[in-house]
């Protein structure tokens, strides 16, 4: 009966609606579905499922940004805790606190020297004020960031709460239950992200920042908070130390060439295909807050990206590839902040005049807490300077001129200071489907803090921009920086831009317009080794640009040459890329330098024979065994290279601008400077590259494999474990895919073991190229690796993370990529499609969370 009067109300429902559905009456218009990509997830129900695949790669899905967000937060501590859990600590001024003044050695959890790096740190990002920012510029983020934001923050604590209840087991063990690895919040989470957006600006001055004091005194130094008397000495120890460390200051070097990255986007002329293609070679840390991680993020409809991102991006990829283009970075020359000479009032050293008008340079006293051994912790204290614009600098005499006195004082600007792009724009550009949408994000937004930007699509356009985030300076200004000597003569003295402070001519507030920043729209490619943007394409150099983008018709460094070599040597016989060619070449480790003078400096060996070349005062070398190594020199950088480490430690020594006869040449950028000097100059740098090689105990003709290695933990969790030999080149040599012993960049609190290097025979300093009695320890270069190709079936891909997916020894990708890297086996196939997803499926976790 129930069911027949239920039959009898739809009946009639029907005949209504359809009784209605005359020509005479109105249209009845259901309304559109809503597909609009959410930021929040509905009723704070938190879902995402990943699937891991080879390698540990997440494929992440979920139907919003904050549920994304959230599956990214929860599997990225999964794999790197303990970076994360660093990185918070930094950013919210906390080092000091958890792990005392100073850098500790891991192994003996004592320090590494007293060398006062963590209490710096601390009160240097507190006089950045980057947290106060986070807590007034987080209410006033896009909803989507809010999202983000909230969802990886969400899926953080989760993976943390999931430890504690014993759900998860394979904790990292070198932070596990460790006081530092706590909760975090919104706040943490966005002061951290305006951690990473001064890196290329004010971070670079946080010694100078910590030093500035208006007197002459030590009055810069932190004093006890409270109970000083329990602390005495303690305290005084710590003052020897600061003031040792301040008289050893030096002016940040912000941009480093070969510390840098390379980038390719191919256009439909230099393609087999006529689709464009991306080779994404970044050169990064390889421990660290600054460490990349692979991940394949899904919003069905809206999202379908793969690539590699800083460790601490929610959800979100820096480089990589979606059905319809791809990208990459590198990092520009452009700068990031300008440097101010403030002229003070008279009589006065906190008021500078501003047009005329005195203003004033603000104090305020700032709070860090210290552990000073025993389970004691104490609050110190300190006042920082600063104006409405940015904190003031101070360095001792001996590093003019950035002194505070009677007549001046410095402060430093940083474009990027509470960046609140970087989120939305990444996100803007992981959603583009096309060129136009690509190009409209840089419009849009300022969030790529200092990067170049090199893309490619299934049409076949090549495109590239620099809209890093650069100081808006006025037309005026930009003229003066050109033509100005003194200006220009400042700028080369000090490494960056110094500019006068006491006017307006010079002041700025926001960013260049994306109107006058370089870009560039080509059909063949366009590249960059971190040289300037003048030479994307030689073809069609970019000019007049302002100079704070960097330097046009400059001389290119050996890598960039090297690079544009390959260009046009690589395509095989039609000049033309195909996949399979492009990784090749990215991993075949040619290197300029010696592809350069190698015939010549052999034909001057032939010359010299067995007679011994004149090092230094008393010191000589015979050469002619060095020669014959070289001479087998297989015109790679791979760990079955002969001489490798010879032609290292000979680039190390060699200078083009008095070894090279033939000067640079901008109208032939790419092949100038070149042929060897006959002076014997040539033949003295490898004499004494033999001696430092054999000095530190290896032979001239020992392959690079058994010099070059990178070390992986023990299953302890402490440093100092198994060695592997490393292919790949470095930046002096004119490698492409190239390496590095040096920690630039990287002040992660992680354990790292480092070997003491070995001295230059001549000089007595350490080797420039971090030769050890171990050999080359690599801890810094290429890290994630990728080149995509577009087809009329969609993106076929190849990539690696060289260090690997984890840091967490007791997962099983701990070292699995960096296995395959070591023994020569090139990129891999990137898992993109559903099918290729279900081939090569793991593990399946599905996480929810109701907020």
């Known amino acids: 009966m129930e069911f027949n009067k239920l039959k009898l109300a739809i009946g009639v429902a029907m005949a209504a609606f359809l009784g209605g559905c005359g020509s005479d009456s109105e249209t009845v218009i259901l309304p559109e579905p809503d597909t609009s990509l959410k930021a929040f997830a509905p009723d704070g129900k938190l879902q995402a499922t990943v699937r891991r695949t080879t390698y540990g790669v997440p494929h992440i899905q979920a139907d919003n940004l904050e549920s994304l967000a959230f599956g990214s937060g929860y599997v990225q501590a999964q794999d790197n805790l303990c970076i994360l859990a660093d990185g918070f600590v930094k950013a919210n001024s906390q080092r000091s606190q958890f792990f005392g003044p100073h850098t500790l050695d891991f192994t003996t959890m004592t320090p590494v020297a007293e060398d006062n790096a963590n209490i710096i740190s601390d009160f240097g990002y507190k006089a950045l004020k980057i947290r106060e920012l986070a807590e007034q510029k987080l209410p006033q983020m896009s909803e989507n960031s809010r999202a983000m934001i909230s969802g990886f923050v969400q899926g953080y604590n989760q993976y943390l709460a999931d430890i504690e209840s014993g759900k998860e087991t394979n904790v990292e063990l070198f932070c596990a239950n460790g006081p530092w690895v706590q909760p975090i919040t919104e706040v943490d989470y966005l002061t951290y992200v305006f951690s990473i957006t001064v890196l290329p600006g004010a971070a670079n001055f946080l010694d100078l920042i910590f030093f500035a004091n208006p007197g002459d005194g030590n009055e810069y130094l932190p004093r006890p908070a409270q109970s000083p008397q329990q602390v005495a000495a303690f305290s005084n120890k710590l003052d020897k130390g600061l003031q040792s460390a301040m008289a050893a200051i030096k002016t940040p070097e912000p941009n480093h060439r070969e510390l840098g990255s390379n980038g390719w986007g191919l256009g ?188 490619a699509d299934k049409e076949g356009n090549a495109f590239y921009i620099d809209d890093s985030a650069v100081p808006g300076l006025s037309d005026a200004a930009v003229v003066l920086l050109r033509t100005s000597p003194e200006l220009k003569a400042l700028r080369e003295q000090a490494g960056f831009t110094i500019l006068p402070g006491n006017t307006s001519l010079f002041a700025f507030d926001g960013a260049t317009p994306h109107a006058l920043s370089p870009k560039l729209l080509r059909t063949d490619f366009v590249q960059n080794s971190n040289d300037s943007f003048w030479s994307t394409n030689l073809n069609q150099p970019l000019e007049y640009f302002s100079p704070m983008y960097g330097q046009e018709r400059g001389q290119l460094s050996m890598r960039t040459r090297m690079g544009l070599k390959m260009m046009d040597d690589a395509a095989g016989s039609d000049g033309k890329f195909s996949l399979d060619e492009l990784s090749i070449m990215l991993t075949n480790n040619r290197a300029y330098l010696p592809e350069l003078v190698l015939p010549e400096l052999l034909a001057q060996c032939d010359a010299q024979g067995s007679e011994p070349v004149v090092v230094a005062s008393g010191l000589s070398k015979d050469i002619s065994g060095a020669c014959a190594a070289l001479a087998t020199w297989n015109g790679h950088q791979n760990n079955d290279s002969i001489a490798g480490a010879l032609i290292r430690e000979f680039a190390h020594l060699f200078n083009q601008d008095t070894m090279l006869t033939v000067p640079f040449d901008p109208a032939n950028a790419a092949i100038t400077p070149n042929t060897l000097v006959a002076d014997g100059s040539a033949l003295k740098a490898l004499a004494q590259a033999t001696l430092n090689l054999e000095k530190a105990g290896f032979d001239v003709a020992a392959p690079l494999g058994t010099v070059q290695f990178v070390e992986r933990s023990l299953p302890n969790g402490l440093p100092s474990g198994q060695k592997l030999p490393w292919p790949g080149s470095h930046h002096v040599e004119g490698g492409f895919n190239v390496f590095s012993t040096r920690l630039t960049g990287d002040d992660t609190l992680m354990p790292q073991h480092s070997y003491p290097s070995v001295t230059d025979v001549v000089t007595g300093k350490a080797l420039a190229s971090g030769l050890t009695e171990q050999g080359y320890q690599v801890r810094y270069g290429s890290s994630w690796m990728y080149v995509v190709s577009f087809t009329d079936t969609g993106p076929q891909a190849k990539g690696i993370l060289t260090y690997s997916q984890t840091n967490n020894i007791l997962r099983p990708e701990f070292a699995d990529q960096t296995i395959g890297y070591s023994q020569g086996v090139g990129l891999h196939p990137l898992l993109y499609t559903e099918d290729e997803i279900v081939s090569g499926l793991v593990s399946t976790l599905a996480l929810s969370k109701q907020k």
């Open 268 to 455: 439909a002329d230099k393609t087999e295909n006529g689709k464009g293609m991306v080779l994404g070679n970044p050169h990064f840390p390889h421990t660290g807050n600054l460490r990349f991680w692979q991940s394949h993020t899904t919003i069905p409809g809206h999202i379908n990206m793969m690539g590699g991102s800083l460790v601490g991006m929610p959800g979100l990829v820096n480089i990589g590839f979606n059905e319809n283009l791809g990208w990459t970075h590198t990092f520009s020359t452009a700068e990031h902040f300008v440097v101010y000479q403030l002229e003070l009032k008279s009589g006065d050293r906190t008021q500078y005049l501003f047009d005329g008008a005195p203003m004033p340079i603000k104090s305020e006293t700032v709070t860090v807490n210290v552990n000073v051994g025993g389970g004691q912790i104490v609050p110190f204290e300190k006042d920082i300077f600063f104006t409405d614009k940015g904190p003031i600098l101070e360095a001792p005499p001996a590093l003019a001129p950035f002194g505070w006195d009677d007549s001046q004082a410095f402060m430093v600007q940083d474009v990027n200071m509470a960046n609140m792009d970087p989120l939305d724009h990444w996100l803007a550009m992981n959603r583009a489907t096309n060129l136009a949408e690509f190009q409209q994000t840089f419009v849009d937004y300022d969030g790529l803090i200092f990067n170049n930007t090199m893309y």
